[in-house]
């Protein structure tokens, strides 16, 4: 009888193992903070009650019952399965695991965007002073987010933050701003017509941590385009440099002499005049001492810049090339080749099979030169598709044996010159007669600029970098090694106003600038990311053979199929 109570009594205490780990949990709950005492009731309540447990498979062999062994096993599933489930949402809010299955890659970030993200030096946070909480907005600054930490973003409802608004100098619903350390910028004004755009965006993020800017010159004085809004001007192209945080300033060689020395890169876009011995040597000059130059020459123009390319080993061809294979995609005509072949280079690695198109272009011919390196940038289709036309006033365009050159043809080329720089003090002795190869004739560049700067470019290349260690120059700094880039084009047209946002030509513009500006760190353009059209557009024949087709042909099918198996059947 002793033992029977005895047992009951062990029996009521180990109940009070749950009591007390329902009091620990209460504890830790409403304090939100889980100290000594929380923790003591905690593991005194779960001792207790693991003891019970064993005590009370041990009084009545529990353990061994088919019951609890199915009981236990499904309870160790069941535990798994939720161990697996939590396990899994753990990894998801850690690691984010994307895939962007649109073929315009709409809901991804470009790689420019990327990169730039996740090599940003300082936090940036971008501020929306709006009510409203765009969905396609959000998704776009998410993905931000995600490249790095160092991206924030918050909504703001000015009227709630009127401070914080004021700060600002908000003046708008659905104004964008960002803001890194004490710099704030207006990235521009969301609404429902115009969401928030990722070009915009990296753009003024590209602004607002980079603090160079580079100056761009244009050359004007021989018929160049216009820097103003007006017919053929290029006036969107100017304004894509500033977006691109270049400074872009006029320039007119015959006034000056020379090229400034903070120029970045100097634009020569359509002159039709051309440009005396003077200026030619200035910018021959500007090249030897680590300039950048790019070159967009139109056919029927002589601008006298043979000397100076020939230096490079380039020719412009005085024919016009010639495209009839997008002449009804373009609608321009076959005098507006449209390339979709890219060379491999900085400028058009991100271009794939993208379309470009240059009216009115003639084409290049490119000749290896010691110490130059030459990257076709723009071809042509392969004839037939394309040719270069000699006989620029026939009205019918065709290909002409002997007079007329077989594509594909080259529309743009990007070379690189390495050299060693002039020493400050002590003058080179004997000059070396730097005999360059030339595509054309005898060479007549060789008197142009005096041998110091231009020697490098003739010599072996391995020479050039060895040659700072016998020289008696007393500064061995004064002799780093520069490179010179030149970008040639032969046409200006893609980039005039109107054209310039059409396809990629602007990207071919942007990219050629950013890189002949040798700021390697600068994100290159960025093209908007359109879905395609996929709708099919039906004669009303095709309509009509269609209906008829869903709606009694299909059918009258079916049935006839199912007559045939009953008639077998039966």
């Known amino acids: 009888m002793k033992?029977?109570?005895?047992?009951?009594?062990?029996?009521?205490?180990?109940?009070?193992?749950?009591?007390?780990?329902?009091?620990?949990?209460?504890?830790?709950?409403?304090?939100?903070?889980?100290?000594?005492?929380?923790?003591?009731?905690l593991i005194t309540g779960i001792i207790i009650s693991g003891l019970g447990i064993i005590w009370q498979s041990y009084q009545t062999s529990w353990w061994s019952r088919r019951s609890t062994q199915a009981g236990t096993n499904a309870l160790v599933a069941t535990l798994a399965v939720l161990a697996i489930l939590g396990l899994i949402n753990f990894l998801g809010t850690r690691y984010h695991l994307r895939a962007d299955l649109t073929e315009a890659q709409l809901f991804t970030l470009a790689p420019q965007s990327q990169e730039l993200v996740r090599v940003l030096p300082q936090p940036v946070k971008v501020w929306v002073f709006d009510i409203n909480q765009n969905p396609q907005d959000r998704e776009l600054l998410e993905n931000y987010q995600r490249q790095s930490s160092k991206f924030k973003y918050e909504y703001i409802d000015p009227q709630a933050r009127p401070g914080l608004a004021e700060k600002f100098g908000v003046k708008d619903y659905g104004e964008v701003y960002l803001e890194s350390g004490e710099k704030r910028q207006l990235v521009q004004t969301v609404n429902q017509n115009e969401r928030l755009s990722e070009i915009r965006l990296t753009s003024r993020l590209q602004q607002l941590t980079n603090?160079?800017?580079?100056?761009?010159?244009?050359?004007?004085?021989?018929?160049?385009?216009?820097?103003?809004?007006?017919?053929?001007?290029?006036?969107?192209?100017?304004?894509?440099l500033g977006d691109k945080n270049f400074t872009t300033s006029p320039l007119n060689l015959a006034e000056t002499s020379k090229?400034?020395?903070?120029?970045a890169v100097v634009i020569v876009a359509g002159p039709k005049r051309g440009f005396f011995e003077g200026e030619v040597k200035a910018l021959q000059e500007y090249l030897n001492r680590g300039g950048n130059l790019l070159l967009m020459i139109d056919p029927n123009t002589d601008p006298k810049l043979n000397s100076l390319l020939q230096e490079w080993g380039v020719r412009l061809d005085n024919r016009l090339a010639v495209d009839v294979s997008g002449e009804s995609v373009v609608g321009l005509g076959p005098a507006a080749p449209l390339v979709t072949e890219y060379g491999q280079h900085p400028i058009t690695k991100d271009f794939g099979k993208g379309n470009s198109f240059y009216p009115i272009a003639r084409p290049l011919e490119i000749t290896p030169v010691p110490g130059v390196q030459a990257t076709p940038l723009l071809r042509t289709k392969p004839y037939p598709s394309s040719w270069a036309e000699s006989d620029l006033q026939s009205e019918k365009l065709e290909f002409n044996e002997g007079k007329d050159m077989k594509g594909p043809l080259t529309l743009g080329v990007a070379l690189t010159r390495k050299q060693a720089a002039k020493p400050a003090s002590t003058p080179q002795s004997a000059p070396t007669p730097s005999p360059l190869p030339s595509p054309t004739t005898q060479s007549k560049a060789s008197p142009t600029p005096p041998a110091p700067s231009a020697?490098?470019?003739?010599?072996?290349?391995?020479?050039?970098?060895?040659?700072?260690?016998?020289?008696?120059?007393?500064?061995?700094?004064?002799?780093?090694?520069?490179?010179?880039?030149?970008?040639?084009?032969?046409?200006?047209?893609?980039?005039?106003?109107g054209l310039f946002q059409q396809q990629l030509n602007g990207d071919v513009f942007l990219n050629s600038v950013t890189w002949l500006s040798q700021q390697d760190q600068q994100p290159l353009s960025i093209r908007p990311k359109e879905p395609k059209n996929r709708r099919i557009t039906l004669t009303t024949t095709q309509g009509n053979l269609l209906i008829l087709s869903s709606l009694l042909l299909l059918p009258l099918i079916g049935f006839a199929i199912a007559v045939i198996i009953w008639w077998k059947r039966r």
């Open 3 to 41: 033992i029977v109570a005895k047992n009951k009594l062990w029996k009521y205490l180990f109940w009070f193992g749950p009591f007390l780990i329902t009091i620990g949990l209460t504890i830790g709950l409403v304090s939100e903070h889980w100290g000594l005492i929380s923790l003591a009731f």
């Open 211 to 240: 603090s160079t800017t580079a100056k761009v010159y244009l050359l004007q004085g021989h018929g160049e385009r216009q820097l103003s809004p007006g017919k053929d001007a290029i006036s969107q192209a100017v304004q894509g």
């Open 259 to 263: 090229v400034p020395q903070d120029a």
């Open 455 to 497: 020697s490098p470019a003739s010599p072996a290349p391995s020479a050039s970098p060895a040659s700072p260690a016998p020289t008696p120059s007393p500064t061995p700094s004064s002799q780093t090694a520069t490179e010179s880039r030149l970008v040639v084009l032969g046409n200006s047209n893609f980039a005039t106003d």
